[in-house]
T-cell receptor, first 115, second 111 residues
């Protein structure tokens, strides 16, 4: 069964450094999302992306964050200058064209640790 | 602002002991209520979508129901492999896919 994949599984970085989290959505999915989950807290929406544009973003998704679909398979989240509070599990999700935008299939996540 | 609250935070059951998880929501123009299962260190796994009050969905030992203010996930005769965190999420009328999640219920089923 096709799955969303994410790399790396764990990223450790120093405060102020740039990080890029990578996701490969399920083939023929056209809507893409990033969420994060700080340890012990709720899963929080960051951004949705369709047709090479951001459709919606949360207050968390400020100028330090950006997303890109650099080719036909990858979907990336970049944090320009990481802060300690960016430490969290980051999940990528995608939706099949024609399905409800909310029936999202999640990847296994990237654990980001900022020291 | 959309809000989703789940209870209880944790639930311990004996194998075969049926119970229910609750999800209360305050969402403007609900477009859907979603249940996910999350295993430790993994991403949420989609279980059900409910669109309107009175709707029910079933999958194996799980049944999800929806009212105008709440959703319930009923677990019938659970097995240890049902142990996981169950997440409820809602989508509001203006969202382009944004899901608002509850904090989850940690279910542990003892053999």
């Amino acid at each position: 069964e096709p799955e969303v994949t994410q790399t790396p599984s764990h990223q450790v970085t120093q405060m102020g450094q740039e990080v890029i989290l990578r996701c490969v959505p399920i083939s023929n999915h056209l809507y893409f999302y990033w969420y994060r989950q700080i340890l012990g807290q709720k899963v929080e929406f960051l951004v949705s992306f369709y047709n090479n544009e951001i459709s919606e973003k949360s207050e968390i998704f400020d100028d330090q964050f950006s997303v890109e679909r650099p080719d036909g398979s990858n979907f990336t989240l970049k944090i320009r200058s990481t802060k300690l509070e960016d430490s969290a599990m980051y999940f990528c999700a995608s939706v099949y064209q024609g399905a409800s935008l909310h029936e999202q299939y999640f990847g296994p996540g990237t654990r980001l640790t900022v020291t | 602002e959309d809000q989703v609250t789940q209870s209880p935070e944790a639930l311990r059951l004996q194998e075969g002991e049926s119970s229910s998880l609750n999800c209360s929501y305050t969402v403007s123009g609900l477009r859907g209520l979603f249940w996910y299962r999350q295993d430790p260190g993994k991403g949420p796994e989609f279980l059900f979508t409910l669109y309107s009050a009175g709707e029910e969905k079933e999958k194996e030992r799980l049944k999800a129901t929806l009212t105008k203010k709440e959703s319930f996930l009923h677990i019938t005769a659970p097995k240890p492999e049902d142990s996981a965190t169950y997440l409820c999420a809602a989508a509001g009328g203006t969202s382009y896919g944004k899901l608002t999640f509850g904090q989850g219920t940690i279910l542990t089923v003892h053999p």
